[in-house]
Nanobody, 121 residues
């Protein structure tokens, strides 16, 4: 069983930046691809970013390209998401996700509980 725990959410002003973290419970962290999704109230869950097993390939939707960066640190069994130039429409619960596959679109098997990001205008 994979347990993912996110942290780093909070309240930030428009134009600010935020770094989200997610730590995995698995011993074989390098066997998993990692990603982030988000869900705003009344909206469907939306793909934000993914990184492959080796950390040398990232996948972003065009809507997020240039504002988000994902990377992983296998020694810490963690994945990170940097979001810059935050807008009120970025407000959502951000979910860490994990898979053993590298699909496009990214389809994770495992999910964290989420961390709330609120961007004030």
């Amino acid at each position: 069983q994979v347990h993912l725990v996110e942290s780093g959410g909070g309240l930030v002003q428009t134009g600010g930046s935020l770094r989200l973290s997610c730590v995995s419970s698995v011993d074989s962290f390098s066997d998993y691809t990692m990603g982030w999704y988000r869900q705003a109230p009344g909206k469907e869950r939306e793909f934000v970013a993914a990184v492959n097993w080796y950390g040398d390939k990232q996948n972003y939707p065009s809507s997020m390209q240039g504002r988000v960066t994902i990377w992983r640190h296998d020694a810490n069994k963690s994945v990170y998401l940097q979001i810059n130039s935050l807008k009120p429409e970025d407000s959502a619960v951000y979910y860490c996700a994990s898979s053993t596959r590298w699909d496009y679109p990214y389809r994770p098997f495992y999910w964290g509980q989420g961390t709330q990001v609120t961007v004030s205008s």
